[in-house]
């Protein structure tokens, strides 16, 4: 396939097309609204179903039924969009349905500033929705990644029957870049019931890695799904039992398979003293502010979250046993930082450099960041 | 005896709709609320209690003249 | 051991179900299924029952189909991806007052805009049951609730006009008292290729009727038989009988358009990527 000039948007667009989904519910929103009007566009030439819904809601809503009508599904939202879909998430999240939500973050609280970026929903996509849950989330910082991390989503989604966030930002979403794309990707297929109705078919059976492989409706397993706490059959169970084991089951379906899906991307980090982390758009500023650093001769290494949850924590814990300070960048009043810390336990200073001012950060500021840091240590 | 009934007991939950809906008093409801056939002489048939029972607890069958012989 | 052809449609195992002494939800899931039985083109396998929450939406966990019981307000959302993605399946809501005109009430205009072929059969029982008895969007004047304890002042809504105004290709109404006719009803919905919506009249004793002292679960309903007036017989009442706690039932609108599945598929085929070929 040959090169081609698009947006990081049209590239999520791509890639979810490529692994598989067939149906989109969308709201208009920016700067999220490229995806579905690029999917609007896409979707009937392969015999999917783009639909617009009447609110965040039921685009949620529509993508979940689809799901369990046997489609792959992906919505795509920002800010107040994503606030509003939170319950649903939720649901997902019970009921097991696969599904990918796209959020090109921008700066909130509210509507905020709504064509500006931000980072400011990290947190949010681990814990927007109440009660105790799973979920994961990916993070790209280019073009050519977030087509490939839309295929990894859609393919997570399905493997562990979850809702995964694509959670990139407004710089990534309308970034342009010239990308060459995969004419083939790997795809994981839908999950299917490994034996009959007769056979004693339960649907939230857990499998071996503990995701049940729950029937497509239609295909004659009459399964029943609800939000209430169930059991393997389907049907809500009030027992503590079932209620503590349902739970664990859904963390540890994600927990175990922690050290496949979690990314991240490292370099300058043999010699490395000190690490700037950031994840998303703000990863390609630190890039050059690290290249910058080691010009004037500090040995900082670069450390992206690729996978934003599942939290790499044993990997940053790791790697802050050999370093003498790290920097937290992220276009928030800082939020990542937190899990940063948690990780590093101590072993060596962290320092937030925040920014939450609807501009994107320059690599000098990221480099003062540094700077302060090294002063500090020193 | 123009009908035949299944009583479903386990399912009864005495709510009264078939006591009240039978034109000739034929149902009541015992000491425990549950339904039972009082007066099955009475009974023509007309399967109202079936129809409105909320609960599937109370099946009538009209025997056919020729059974009945 | 079943007694009735029309219960192979019920989760035997499930029942008896939980609504409370009374509560005329159970007569009206068993009008569904009567109606299904009567649509050869409605399989176990083909159909789909999706719900919301609130007392009537637990209804699809005791029908033996593939079931779905959504979040509160949202089953028609659900249940359009159901069908948009297979458009092969029939899809029936089963949703509440509270359910499909408070908290969903925006999924309920716009899926009736959209003429989602669906059959959505609300159960209005005009109070919110399983919360325990507040004022619901259907709670006519004057009546009480937990949270109207001084009589409702909230003008009630009338589901059917709003469902006809929004774009409903079939709208209906009857009463859990009129069984046979709501089971017609209900079935002609079934037929109808497009967003088919019946509002089927239910009586709430534990939380609506005792508060308003409408009496014993059979009272409630016979106040339907009393008050029900067939549409064909409230065309010709003037307008000075039209008084008290009178209301129509029957069949208010019906009409002949594409249902949004179909209209899609015309967009797949502009696309050139024809129909259901995923």
């Given at each position: 396939?040959?090169?081609?000039?698009?947006?990081?948007?049209?590239?999520?667009?791509?890639?979810?097309?490529?692994?598989?989904?067939?149906?989109?519910?969308?709201?208009?929103?920016?700067?999220?609204?490229?995806?579905?009007?690029?999917?609007?566009?896409?979707?009937?030439?392969?015999?999917?179903?783009?639909?617009?819904?009447?609110?965040?809601?039921?685009?949620?809503?529509?993508?979940?039924?689809?799901?369990?009508?046997?489609?792959?599904?992906?919505?795509?939202?920002?800010?107040?969009?994503?606030?509003?879909?939170?319950e649903?998430?939720?649901?997902?999240?019970?009921?097991?349905?696969?599904?990918?939500?796209?959020?090109?973050?921008?700066?909130?609280?509210?509507?905020?500033?709504?064509?500006?970026?931000?980072?400011?929903?990290?947190?949010?996509?681990?814990?927007?929705?109440?009660?105790?849950?799973?979920?994961?989330?990916?993070?790209?910082?280019?073009?050519?990644?977030?087509?490939?991390?839309?295929?990894?989503?859609?393919?997570?989604?399905?493997?562990?029957?979850?809702?995964?966030?694509?959670?990139?930002?407004?710089?990534?979403?309308?970034?342009?870049?010239?990308?060459?794309?995969?004419?083939?990707?790997?795809?994981?297929?839908?999950?299917?019931?490994?034996?009959?109705?007769?056979?004693?078919?339960?649907?939230?059976?857990?499998?071996?890695?503990?995701?049940?492989?729950?029937?497509?409706?239609?295909?004659?397993?009459?399964?029943?799904?609800?939000?209430?706490?169930?059991?393997?059959?389907?049907?809500?169970?009030?027992?503590?039992?079932?209620?503590?084991?349902?739970?664990?089951?859904?963390?540890?379906?994600?927990?175990?398979?922690?050290?496949?899906?979690?990314?991240?991307?490292?370099?300058?980090?043999?010699?490395?003293?000190?690490?700037?982390?950031?994840?998303?758009?703000?990863?390609?500023?630190?890039?050059?502010?690290?290249?910058?650093?080691?010009?004037?001769?500090?040995?900082?290494?670069?450390?992206?979250?690729?996978?934003?949850?599942?939290?790499?924590?044993?990997?940053?814990?790791?790697?802050?046993?050999?370093?003498?300070?790290?920097?937290?960048?992220?276009?928030?009043?800082?939020?990542?930082?937190?899990?940063?810390?948690?990780?590093?336990?101590?072993?060596?200073?962290?320092?937030?450099?925040?920014?939450?001012?609807?501009?994107?950060?320059?690599?000098?500021?990221?480099?003062?960041?540094?700077?302060?840091?090294?002063?500090?240590?020193? | 005896?123009?009908?035949?009934?299944?009583?479903?007991?386990?399912?009864?939950?005495?709510?009264?709709?078939?006591?009240?809906?039978?034109?000739?008093?034929?149902?009541?409801?015992?000491?425990?609320?549950?339904?039972?056939?009082?007066?099955?002489?009475?009974?023509?048939?007309?399967?109202?209690?079936?129809?409105?029972?909320?609960?599937?607890?109370?099946?009538?069958?009209?025997?056919?003249?020729?059974?009945?012989? | 051991?079943?007694?009735?052809?029309?219960?192979?449609?019920?989760?035997?195992?499930?029942?008896?179900?939980?609504w409370c002494?009374?509560c005329g939800n159970?007569?009206?899931?068993?009008?569904?299924?009567?109606?299904?039985?009567?649509?050869?083109?409605?399989?176990?396998?083909?159909?789909?029952?999706?719900?919301g929450i609130g007392c009537s939406s637990r209804?699809?966990?005791?029908?033996?189909?593939?079931?779905?019981?959504?979040a509160h307000g949202?089953?028609?959302?659900?249940?359009?991806?159901?069908?948009?993605?297979?458009?092969?399946?029939?899809?029936?809501?089963?949703t509440g007052d509270g359910d499909c005109t408070a908290i969903g009430g925006n999924?309920f205009?716009?899926?009736?805009?959209?003429?989602?072929?669906?059959?959505?059969?609300l159960f209005n029982n005009n109070i919110y049951g399983m919360t325990g008895g507040q004022a619901s969007p259907t709670t006519p004047l004057g009546k009480k609730a937990t949270t109207a304890p001084y009589g409702s002042v909230d003008r009630p809504f009338d589901a059917?006009?709003l469902?006809?105004?929004?774009?409903?290709?079939?709208?209906?109404?009857?009463?859990?008292?009129?069984?046979?006719?709501?089971?017609?009803?209900?079935?002609?919905?079934?037929?109808?290729?497009?967003?088919?919506?019946?509002?089927?009249l239910v009586q709430c004793p534990t939380a609506y009727g005792r508060r308003n002292k409408m009496?014993?679960?059979?009272?409630m309903?016979?106040?339907?038989?009393?008050?029900?007036?067939?549409?064909?017989?409230?065309?010709?009442?003037?307008?000075?009988?039209?008084?008290?706690d009178?209301?129509?039932?029957?069949?208010?609108?019906?009409?002949?358009?594409?249902?949004?599945?179909?209209?899609?598929?015309?967009?797949?085929?502009?696309?050139?990527?024809?129909?259901?070929?995923?």
């Amino acid at each position: 396939m040959s090169a081609r000039l698009m947006q990081g948007n049209e590239a999520i667009a791509e890639g979810a097309l490529k692994a598989g989904v067939r149906f989109f519910g969308g709201y208009p929103i920016t700067p999220s609204t490229e995806i579905a009007e690029s999917l609007a566009k896409m979707l009937p030439q392969v015999g999917g179903t783009f639909v617009q819904m009447e609110d965040e809601i039921a685009s949620m809503g529509v993508i979940l039924g689809a799901s369990l009508a046997g489609k792959k599904v992906l919505t795509a939202s920002s800010g107040p969009g994503i606030s509003l879909k939170q319950e649903l998430i939720g649901y997902a999240s019970a009921a097991e349905i696969p599904a990918v939500i796209v959020n090109v973050q921008r700066v909130g609280p509210s509507t905020g500033q709504p064509t500006a970026p931000s980072q400011g929903d990290v947190m949010q996509a681990r814990w927007g929705t109440h009660g105790d849950h799973s979920i994961i989330v990916l993070s790209p910082w280019s073009v050519r990644e977030a087509f490939d991390i839309a295929v990894k989503a859609v393919n997570y989604a399905e493997r562990f029957r979850t809702p995964v966030i694509l959670l990139t930002d407004e710089i990534v979403g309308h970034l342009r870049e010239n990308v060459e794309l995969p004419a083939e990707v790997e795809i994981y297929p839908r999950r299917k019931p490994k034996i009959s109705r007769a056979e004693g078919y339960e649907p939230f059976t857990p499998d071996d890695d503990l995701v049940p492989n729950v029937a497509n409706f239609g295909e004659g397993y009459h399964i029943h799904v609800t939000g209430l706490t169930h059991d393997e059959t389907g049907f809500p169970v009030g027992s503590p039992k079932v209620t503590r084991e349902s739970i664990k089951r859904m963390h540890e379906k994600i927990s175990r398979a922690e050290d496949e899906i979690i990314e991240v991307h490292q370099e300058f980090m043999d010699d490395a003293e000190f690490a700037v982390v950031s994840f998303g758009g703000t990863s390609r500023t630190a890039y050059e502010a690290v290249l910058n650093a080691r010009k004037r001769g500090l040995k900082v290494g670069f450390v992206r979250l690729v996978t934003i949850f599942p939290f790499a924590t044993k990997i940053i814990r790791e790697l802050s046993k050999n370093l003498r300070g790290l920097v937290v960048a992220e276009l928030n009043f800082g939020q990542i930082v937190y899990e940063v810390e948690r990780a590093v336990q101590g072993q060596c200073p962290v320092k937030l450099c925040a920014k939450y001012d609807m501009t994107i950060f320059e690599p000098e500021e990221i480099e003062a960041s540094i700077d302060e840091l090294v002063a500090e240590v020193n | 005896m123009k009908s035949e009934f299944t009583l479903k007991l386990e399912r009864c939950k005495g709510c009264g709709i078939c006591v009240s809906f039978c034109p000739k008093q034929v149902l009541a409801l015992d000491t425990l609320g549950k339904v039972y056939v009082a007066n099955h002489e009475n009974c023509i048939a007309c399967g109202q209690c079936e129809l409105r029972c909320p609960d599937y607890a109370i099946f009538m069958d009209k025997i056919k003249k020729e059974a009945s012989k | 051991m079943i007694e009735r052809s029309y219960e192979k449609f019920f989760r035997q195992n499930r029942l008896p179900h939980l609504w409370c002494p009374g509560c005329g939800n159970g007569i009206v899931m068993k009008a569904i299924v009567q109606a299904i039985e009567k649509n050869p083109n409605f399989t176990q396998d083909n159909t789909v029952i999706v719900s919301g929450i609130g007392c009537s939406s637990r209804a699809s966990g005791y029908m033996d189909f593939d079931t779905l019981h959504t979040a509160h307000g949202r089953a028609i959302p659900f249940a359009t991806g159901v069908k948009l993605a297979n458009p092969d399946l029939n899809v029936v809501v089963i949703t509440g007052d509270g359910d499909c005109t408070a908290i969903g009430g925006n999924h309920f205009i716009h899926g009736c805009r959209r003429n989602v072929d669906l059959t959505v059969i609300l159960f209005n029982n005009n109070i919110y049951g399983m919360t325990g008895g507040q004022a619901s969007p259907t709670t006519p004047l004057g009546k009480k609730a937990t949270t109207a304890p001084y009589g409702s002042v909230d003008r009630p809504f009338d589901a059917c006009k709003l469902a006809e105004a929004a774009g409903a290709t079939y709208v209906a109404r009857s009463t859990a008292f009129h069984v046979q006719h709501l089971v017609k009803t209900i079935e002609d919905g079934l037929k109808n290729r497009g967003f088919s919506f019946i509002e089927a009249l239910v009586q709430c004793p534990t939380a609506y009727g005792r508060r308003n002292k409408m009496g014993e679960p059979a009272k409630m309903m016979a106040w339907m038989r009393d008050n029900a007036v067939m549409k064909t017989a409230w065309d010709k009442l003037p307008d000075d009988k039209k008084i008290g706690d009178k209301f129509p039932i029957g069949l208010f609108y019906q009409a002949e358009a594409e249902p949004y599945d179909a209209a899609y598929s015309h967009v797949q085929e502009l696309a050139g990527g024809g129909v259901k070929n995923a």
